[in-house]
């Protein structure tokens, strides 16, 4: 009888306990599986966005490479069209800051230097801070800005090559600043920038002669 006592105690035990804790047991075990097949829903929605960027993007350079050997306005659409997609439903994928890119350059060849510093201010502005895309966003800004024309477009350029730069970068940028110094007559700066931008080439162990000739075209302008 003390065995049988012993278990309907330990029964009278167990349902106290679940009335106790059951409830708030049901709710963990319900969060805790909302959870897990929460993040395994964001998990695919977030493949299936990404499948569906990189399609859009490798539409985009086939209308890129399609205008470049025949340009027409249907080309010009379709490659804006994609382009803005990508911006619009894909904010902070690569794709988009590529987009970007790429719109600025069309911009560019339309002579619109407003609307491409639009579109690389954008790149800039979506990239990660210091990564290689976020770098080559800003010069290809400060480089449209300068286009412009003027002492402030200038100032405002070289603004932007201030900062901490990668070293793959640090030649361009350095010779960007050259070419701005010259065009503000600050020809010291521009000697000295391009001296950083030569010896950044050479670290590399590559070659650019231009610089070699925009040096030597500064030293006969002061003889």
């Known amino acids: 009888m003390d065995v049988y006592r012993t278990e309907e105690e330990q029964i009278e035990a167990l349902k106290r306990w679940w009335q106790e804790n059951g409830k708030s047991l049901l709710v963990g075990l319900v969060l805790a599986l909302v ?29 890129v490479a399609l205008d470049e050997q025949n340009p027409s306005e249907a080309n010009t659409s379709t490659i804006h069209h994609l382009a803005t997609q990508l911006k619009t439903d894909y904010t902070s994928s690569t794709y988009a800051v590529y987009a970007a890119l790429i719109e600025a350059k069309q911009a560019v060849a339309q ?32 480089r449209v800005i300068f286009a412009q024309g003027g002492e ?48 950044e080439v050479e670290k590399s162990g590559a070659q650019r002669p231009l610089l070699q000739i925009k040096l030597k075209d500064l030293a006969q302008g002061d003889s």
Not at 167 to 183: L, M
């Open 35 to 63: 959870a897990v097949y929460g993040y395994k829903a964001w998990e695919n929605n977030k493949r299936t966005e990404g499948e569906t960027a990189s399609n859009i993007y490798f539409e985009l350079m086939d209308a």
């Open 152 to 199: 402030e477009n200038a100032n405002r350029a070289l603004a932007l090559l201030e900062g901490e730069i990668a070293a793959s970068h640090r030649a361009s940028y350095a010779e960007v600043k050259g070419d701005i110094y010259v065009s503000l007559g600050q020809l010291a700066e521009a000697r000295a920038a391009y001296r950083q931008a030569i010896s």
């Open 111 to 142: 002579d619109d230097l407003a609307a491409a510093e639009q579109e690389l201010q954008w790149a800039v502005d979506k990239s990660d801070k210091g990564s290689s895309l976020y770098l080559i966003a800003r010069l290809r800004l400060a």
